[in-house]
Nanobody, 122 residues
């Protein structure tokens, strides 16, 4: 059974930075694409970033491109999301996900973490 555990969320002022981590177990991590999504109350999960199994390709939502960076360490079964220049509109619960390909649609991902709250104050 796959398990994903996110960490690193918290409260930060606008313009600040946070780094989220997601540790995976129960899957052959190095063969899967990984992604980050976020969700606010009453809205669907929003794609943020995805990275291929070998880090050769990564894709970002327009809303975060240039501010967020996704990275992975296959030796540690961990994917990261470095978030810089945070804005109040980045406030959300952030989720990591495992999938067979680096796609932007949440339905294509097989396993999800429990989420970590990120709150950006103005």
């Amino acid at each position: 059974q796959a398990q994903l555990v996110e960490s690193g969320g918290g409260l930060v002022q606008a313009g600040g930075s946070l780094r989220l981590s997601c540790v995976a177990s129960g899957v052959t991590f190095s063969t899967y694409a990984m992604a980050w999504f976020r969700q606010t109350p009453g809205k669907d999960r929003e794609f943020i970033a995805t990275i291929s199994w070998n880090s050769a390709s990564a894709y970002y939502a327009d809303s975060v491109r240039g501010r967020f960076t996704i990275a992975r360490d296959n030796a540690k079964n961990t994917v990261y999301l470095q978030m810089n220049s945070l804005k109040p509109e980045d406030t959300a619960v952030y989720y990591c996900a495992v999938g067979s390909r680096e796609l932007v649609v949440a339905d294509y991902y097989d396993y999800w973490g429990q989420g970590t709250q990120v709150t950006v104050s103005s």
